[in-house]
Nanobody, 127 residues
């Protein structure tokens, strides 16, 4: 059984930074596509960033347009953990952030393709 534990959220001022972590058990994250999603109040959950399996030749990391250049996704294979470094945070980044894993070994943005989800971690950016 795959289990994900996401953490690292908090309250930060606009322009600040946070790093989210997602530790996994039951699946080797380096062998599958891994993603971060977020859901703001009153809005649907949206894809934020993803990282392809180790050794992927093209498009190792993918980002939504709204976070490109500010967020960075990375993976520590030894710890089976994925991180989301968030810089230059804006009030519109306020949301609950979820990590998710899929059995697929290719890029996907579809929520239905992800079979395991973290519980979510709250990120609040004040103006």
């Amino acid at each position: 059984q795959v289990q994900l534990a996401d953490s690292g959220g908090g309250l930060v001022q606009a322009g600040g930074s946070l790093r989210l972590s997602c530790a996994a058990s039951g699946r080797t994250l380096s062998s599958h596509f891994m993603g971060w999603f977020r859901q703001a109040p009153g809005k649907e959950r949206e894809f934020v960033a993803g990282i392809n399996p180790s050794g992927w030749t093209f498009g190792t990391r993918v980002y939504s347009d709204s976070v490109k250049g500010r967020f960075s996704i990375s993976r520590d294979n030894a710890k089976n953990t994925v991180y989301l470094q968030m810089n230059s945070l804006k009030p519109e980044d306020t949301a609950v952030y979820y990590c998710a894993t899929t059995p697929l070994t290719r890029t996907t943005y579809r929520e239905a393709d992800f079979d395991s989800w973290g519980r979510g971690t709250q990120v609040t950016v004040s103006s």
